[in-house]
């Protein structure tokens, strides 16, 4: 009859990367611990295959060789999720077997070896002490209460799937492993079956790339290192190439013996129908993390369907994302959700219409809060939101779904939807500057409106696209994408829009300082939108040609224009066009020496833009008023300016405003003859314009910086508190 001392299975030789939860589970069976509850339980809850019995065997080993339990511990394994679970009949029969009681005097009913089972442990405590009992894998908090013992000298420890709150146990939640410590157990694993085997080592990236394949879930990496340690001679990278280059990476994870899948089975067996769906549609949601209300419309429900997401959460199978109300999925149980999906006609149907739920929803949503992102003139949407705060918010919680779900463009099935969607976040990813999401957004959304044979789609998305490459300074690419766009509705004989797209294209030009072609492309699109009489068009035609002479030194031309500009915008009610407009009216007026006006359009526009809350341009407004305030010479006022400019550039991540920021900075400083404060900003600013591959910006420093006296190899500095 085996005793209760030899109870336990071994611990796993290559046991890591858990040092902090053992700490806390071994706090927790402490004799001198925190929790003498009437029944002192711990529970280890997590995803199938994240190493809950790993770490409860070690902890109850740990505890025996402190001499924590010297009347020994038992283990019994409740089979929760296989398909015929242990009863708690047959697992007080294995405990009571395991602390000495023969077969012969074994009760027959559960209540009684229940009672034989508490009165053994009693007995146990008074003569030997304490007991430390180990209940792995259980599925309900039935198969648990029956073992719980009477004494309060006894600890429980069990391992669950599932979140059991009704054993008013002490929780620890086994999340999967940090990706340093994912590497470690890695390395450790091929280090114990071959003390030389340094692939891992050898191959930081490659190991790094593995840990990520395996969703740095412990019984994946130790698959993954089984699969290594079979072939000696195979580098980490041709696994790599393998599981990345697997339609499902689930069917790789399989050593013979064990497997990702069929550890997923055992969870998804378990499920009833509604949270299985529900699991699925989750699978199909855009983006890393699902907020409720896309979870509401992809279930096709009014409200949350909390009932099944409760169900999916203690099971580990969806855990809570970033912020409250949004749900996040491991990415292998992801893949197992997609994989069920695959397999039948109905249920891609069923996926297929819940994305298209989606889509049609954050396509209204979207365009209804536009109206406030952009500044539109006109009627207030009559639905949606009802502040530009609130517009922002939702789009900000939603936005990595909004993102994803755009990307859906590029499925046929999905591509008008997701078009749509793509043009309708232009607003807001310009002013949130996300310009490498829209780089992607609308590379997309062009190849799926050409695809569609939608030529007005194609040529606003290759529009979108160039201004955003623009931003990034890639500024080639954009003047290509928009002569694109512009040859597009030429075709069409679409006026209005080509007028759109041949003032975009003069902006970019002007940004490579290819003024003649920039001017020539505003004027054609002035011509085209007075054609089709459309001010708004023609208001900003005027504004970028003046900007285009200004940067050409033909000021009083520039202030011409701007001033139409100006007008024709408050003419149509467009207040943030306006400002945008003035503001650089007032660096017109400044190089003619009208430095009270060239104030006046500064203040104005910055009180405009303050109101309306845009950061950048109020920020870029701060700056050219400080270069206003250094030609009166007041210097001291003009610093504050610049360095407040450049504190908010620096903030929303426009490194382009922070070197025309720093550059004004050390021109001011330098003016007010502080030498050294000088260099230091333009140094900043030449190392922005070189990240930046800003060549003119570049010269215009070395430049200064020559000027100051200042030797190229000296170090870079940082300027602006």
Not at 141 to 161: K, M
Not at 389 to 417: C, F, K, M, N
Not at 598 to 607: F, G, M, S, V
Request: aromatic share 6%; proline share 5%; net charge negative.
């Amino acid at each position: 009859m085996p005793r209760v001392e030899d109870a336990l299975p071994p611990a796993a030789a290559e046991f890591t990367g858990r040092d902090e939860e053992l700490a806390t589970l071994l706090v927790a069976l402490a004799p001198d611990g925190a929790h003498h509850a009437a029944v002192p339980v711990t529970a280890v809850a997590g995803l199938g295959g994240v190493g809950k019995t790993a770490l409860a065997v070690r902890a109850a080993h740990t505890a025996r060789e402190r001499g924590w339990f010297p009347a020994g511990a038992l283990f019994v394994d409740c089979h929760g999720y296989d398909e015929t679970p242990a009863g708690p009949e047959q697992l007080l029969e294995a405990l009571l077997r395991a602390l000495g009681v023969a077969a012969a005097h074994m009760p027959s009913t559960l209540d009684e070896r229940a009672v034989l089972y508490r009165s053994a442990l009693a007995e146990r405590a008074r003569t030997g002490g304490r007991v430390l009992i180990v209940v792995d894998n259980a599925s309900h908090p039935g198969q648990v209460r029956p073992l719980l013992p009477g004494h309060p000298a006894h600890r429980v420890l069990v391992t669950s799937r599932d979140t059991m709150p009704q054993l008013g146990a002490h929780q620890l939640h086994l999340d999967i492993l940090r990706p340093e410590v994912a590497r470690n157990v890695l390395c450790a694993a091929l280090r114990t079956a071959a003390t030389a085997d340094s692939r891992v080592r050898d191959d930081p990236y490659a190991a790094g790339r593995l840990c990520e394949l395996c969703g740095h879930l412990p019984l994946a990496l130790q698959i993954a290192a089984a699969l290594l340690i079979s072939d000696p001679g195979k580098p980490v990278a041709e696994l790599v190439a393998e599981l990345a280059g697997s339609a499902t990476v689930l069917d790789h994870l399989d050593d013979g013996e064990r497997g990702v899948r069929a550890a997923f089975d055992l969870s998804y067996r378990r499920l009833g129908p509604e949270p299985a769906r529900l699991l699925r549609l989750l699978a199909l949601a855009p983006g890393p993390e699902t907020s409720d209300e896309a979870l509401t419309v992809l279930s096709g429900a009014d409200t949350p369907p909390r009932r099944e997401l409760n169900v999916l959460v203690r099971a580990h199978l969806v855990g809570p994302g970033s912020v409250r109300g949004c749900w996040s999925m491991h990415d292998l149980v992801r893949a197992y959700a997609l994989d069920q999906v695959s397999r039948e006609e109905p249920l891609r149907a069923e996926g297929t219409a819940a994305r298209a739920r989606l889509l049609a929803h954050y396509q209204r949503r979207t365009e209804a809060a536009d109206w406030y992102v952009q500044n539109l003139p006109g009627r207030v949407p009559s639905s949606g939101f009802g502040s530009r705060e609130e517009a922002l918010s939702w789009l900000d919680r939603e936005r990595t779904g909004l993102i994803s779900a755009a990307l859906w463009a590029a499925y046929p099935v999905h591509a008008p939807a997701g078009l749509g969607l793509a043009l309708g976040l232009f607003g807001y990813l310009n002013r949130r500057r996300y310009f490498d999401d829209a780089v992607s957004v609308y590379q997309c959304a062009a190849e799926a409106a050409l695809a569609l044979g939608d030529g007005l789609g194609a040529g606003r998305a290759l529009r979108y696209l160039g201004l955003a490459l623009r931003e990034n300074r890639r500024l080639e690419e954009a003047i290509a994408a928009h002569t694109r766009a512009c040859g597009i509705h030429g075709e069409r004989g679409d006026r209005p829009e080509e007028g759109k797209a041949w003032d975009m294209l003069g902006v970019s030009l002007t940004e490579a300082r290819r003024f003649d072609e920039a001017i020539e492309a505003h004027e054609r699109a002035r011509e085209l939108a007075q054609a089709v009489e459309d001010a708004q068009v023609e208001a900003s035609t005027w504004n970028n040609l003046g900007r285009a002479l200004f940067k050409l030194g033909r000021f009083d031309e520039s202030i011409v224009a701007l001033s139409r500009a100006c007008a024709m915008f408050r003419s149509v009610g467009d207040r943030f066009r306006e400002a945008t407009a003035r503001n650089n009216l007032g660096r017109a007026f400044r190089e003619t020496g009208r430095l009270a006006e060239a104030l006046a359009a500064h203040t104005t526009a910055r009180a405009v833009f303050e109101e309306l809350e845009d950061r950048e341009r109020l920020a870029t407004s701060w700056n050219d008023f400080g270069v206003t305030l250094s030609a009166l010479g007041l210097f001291d006022a003009a610093v504050d300016a610049h360095r407040h400019a450049l504190r908010e550039q620096r903030d929303l991540g426009h490194r382009h405003g922070q070197a025309i920021a720093a550059h004004s900075l050390g021109v001011t400083l330098g003016r007010a003859g502080h030498r050294e404060e000088a260099v230091e900003a333009h140094l900043l600013a030449l190392r922005l314009y070189r990240e930046l591959a800003d060549h003119y910006g570049e010269s215009e420093m070395l430049k200064l910086l020559a000027g100051a006296g200042h030797r190229e190899e000296e170090p870079l500095g940082e300027a602006g508190s």
